[in-house]
């Protein structure tokens, strides 16, 4: 949830950190660029596709307390055992090996023989088969299709990554959002006191929209000095694909009315950098109170909103 913010209920009317580290070896297989042939990435920058085959040398390059892949600078102890240098200031200076001070020797052999290497991406097992240069392989992976998506969820920092199918799973049974059929919505979003929430987050609606889904998102927070609230929708998908979609979102009443027409975000920018970058409905609480009616002493907010396809 937003900071000093809290979770709240809305009413739903829809059409639709020192210790002793272990040493630990993993194997792992790199690829025999003799056998590789080139193809498209499965991300940024150019990969190529093949088999690859096992490579002593790239077992070496492991780090032997996180197992993560080592990249410059490499450290060695007086013995020659490697680390990472994520690793080196967490065992405090100590070889997790043989003990000995680590002090600040570089492995500059290894880190020139892992020039000549080609790996494999580490969303391999999630369909990405393309190999690049070894120092090549991390700018990839920060921008490959495969990655990962993190959990959509705003009302908790919550730490579950997986593709779209296991997000959608994990949105209905762990966080019980609401998940709606259809293009169009109507929701009610009501809040006693509202004087009183400086910052908060509103339940999480998810719409299956043209086989896609997308996140309805509310939240209250300061822009500048003002206390606003904030619609915005996000898309289930990398950016090229929610730019194929448009949205509206529309609040009002008493003859009056506030229009959004945007472009739904993907779920790889976070709703904080969504909303932090204004590219929603932004309603200030004088005028969402306006709208409530009555003595403006609750929120009672209708925003009605749709979703359609660019042709």
Not at 19 to 30: A, C, F, L, R
Not at 143 to 167: K, M, N, Q, W
Not at 291 to 308: A, H, M, N, P
């Amino acid at each position: 949830m937003a900071p000093g913010g809290s979770a709240l209920k809305e009413v739903l009317e829809s059409n639709s950190t020192g210790m002793d580290y272990e040493v630990k070896t993993t194997k792992v297989e790199v690829n025999n660029s003799n056998n590789s042939k080139s193809t498209k990435s499965g991300g940024a920058g150019t990969g190529k596709y093949g088999m690859h085959s096992n490579n002593g040398v790239y077992e070496l390059l492991e780090c032997p307390v996180c197992t993560n892949l080592m990249y410059p600078p490499i450290h060695q102890c007086p013995n020659g055992h490697t680390l990472c240098s994520n690793c080196k200031a967490r065992v405090q200076n100590t070889c997790p090996t043989c003990r000995y001070e680590l002090g600040n020797i570089r492995c500059l052999a290894l880190e020139k023989v892992a020039e000549s290497l080609e790996v494999p991406c580490r969303y391999q097992s999630l369909g990405c088969h393309d190999i690049f240069p070894y120092y090549s392989k991390l700018k990839h992976e920060q921008h490959c299709r495969f990655r990962p998506y993190a959990c959509p969820y705003a009302g908790s920092e919550c730490s579950v990554t997986g593709d779209i199918t296991t997000l959608v799973v994990h949105l209905k049974d762990d966080h019980k959002v609401d998940m709606h059929d259809g293009c169009t919505f109507n929701h009610r979003y009501v809040k006693s006191n509202p004087h009183e929430v400086e910052n908060a987050t509103w339940m999480l609606t998810v719409f299956n929209c043209f086989g896609r889904q997308f996140c309805l998102h509310f939240e209250a927070f300061q822009l500048g000095m003002a206390p606003v609230y904030m619609a915005f929708l996000r898309f289930m998908g990398d950016e090229h694909e929610a730019k194929k979609f448009s949205y509206s979102l529309e609040v009002g009443a008493h003859g009056r009315k506030l229009t959004w027409q945007g472009i739904p975000r993907s779920i790889r920018d976070s709703h904080r950098k969504v909303r932090d970058s204004q590219d929603g409905l932004i309603i200030p609480r004088n005028l969402a109170l306006y709208f409530s009616g009555g003595d403006r002493q609750e929120l009672k907010l209708r925003v009605t909103g749709r979703i359609w396809k660019e042709e």
